[in-house]
């Protein structure tokens, strides 16, 4: 005789009308968080395709209505999900180190969706802090957007830029010398890029020894070490009237490279002194994404976004969706 409760559709171990348990939705979530969806497949007796579907219903039920709260320090960044040049934004929670939303495609377009279908006028003017590379539609849209943010352009991708000039110079002196001149600084690339601090005594004669023998990487170098100096200013002032004489050092030096990133440095002045009033940088960020990759590498790489962006909202995303499973049916 059928049970009255479950010709009503009324079930108190699962959804209405659903055809898995509470029970066994959390044990889906829990293993999908800490290993493959084949393997977790295999230990349920499942195959993988209806766990795929299985979660998906689980995530889509737990995050329909989810909306973004306590949003102040904003991150974005994107990541490749797919091969054939497939992208994502990822819009980061920098205080919490959750991803709070996931979109297809790169570009203005993609970011404005997010604070226009995301985001209310509200939250939007709570946003206080917001860090990113030098992307004009990521700047553009955090400027347009958030009018309260302080906008912090991510040390990273500002050193990475300086580094890039600096080995211009390196490969326009490299062209123009003979055989035995290129055997004179072979392996200098690397010693170049590396930080003071990690630099052995050898390597740091080595380069001291250029002023003589390679003016012009010499001077790179030495303008590339100085310019590590602006991090760690206290006061915005003095930070500013540092940046200003290293940026007409710079032109001095009649270097094609670093003009250029002079240019970088003066489209993103304010930008990259907010660093000293707060030193944020997309670090977190980077880190999260590292974890992307991770669940990304363990499934072998993703059809579409959907299913990539289902692993990303389970195991670092701003909702805990196994804790929307009624406790008493939380179980391994």
């Not at 579409?304 to 195991?315: C, K, N, R, S, V």
Request: positive net charge; glycine residues 6%.
């Amino acid at each position: 005789m059928p049970d009255p409760w479950a010709r009503a559709g009324e079930n108190p171990l699962g959804r209405p009308y659903a055809r898995i348990t509470y029970r066994l939705e959390f044990r889906i979530c829990a293993l999908c968080q800490i290993m493959t969806q084949k393997a977790a497949a295999a230990i349920l007796k499942m195959a993988p395709s209806t766990l795929s579907n299985c979660l998906h219903r689980v995530i889509t039920r737990v995050r329909t209505g989810h909306t973004i709260r306590g949003l102040v320090t904003l991150g974005a960044d994107e990541i490749a999900y797919c091969k054939g040049r497939k992208y994502a934004t990822i819009i980061y929670d920098l205080d919490r180190s959750h991803v709070v939303w996931v979109g297809r495609g790169l570009g203005r377009e993609t970011i404005d969706r997010f604070f226009n279908e995301q985001l209310s006028d509200g939250q939007k003017q709570r946003i206080r802090w917001a860090s990113c590379d030098r992307g004009r539609a990521y700047t553009g849209a955090i400027q347009h957007h958030c009018p309260n943010a302080t906008l912090v352009i991510d040390r990273f991708h500002v050193v990475k830029a300086l580094n890039e000039a600096l080995d211009a110079v390196r490969k326009d002196e490299w062209r123009g010398l003979d055989k035995r001149g290129r055997q004179a600084i072979k392996g200098l690339r690397w010693m170049l890029g590396m930080h003071a601090r990690n630099r052995s005594k050898k390597q740091s004669r080595f380069l001291n020894a250029l002023r003589t023998s390679n003016r012009r990487i010499h001077r790179a170098w030495v303008l590339k070490d100085e310019f590590g100096r602006i991090w760690h200013f206290t006061y915005p002032g003095a930070a500013r009237q540092f940046l200003k004489r290293w940026m007409t050092a710079a032109l001095r030096s009649r270097l094609p490279s670093l003009k250029t990133f002079v240019t970088t440095v003066r489209n993103h002045f304010d930008n990259i002194l907010s660093f000293i009033e707060r030193p944020l940088t997309n670090a977190v960020g980077e880190g999260i994404n590292r974890l992307l990759k991770i669940v990304k590498n363990r499934a072998s790489g993703f059809r579409g976004l959907e299913p990539f962006a289902d692993l990303i909202f389970l195991t670092i995303g701003d909702l805990d969706i196994p804790a929307h499973i009624p406790s008493d049916l939380r179980t391994l």
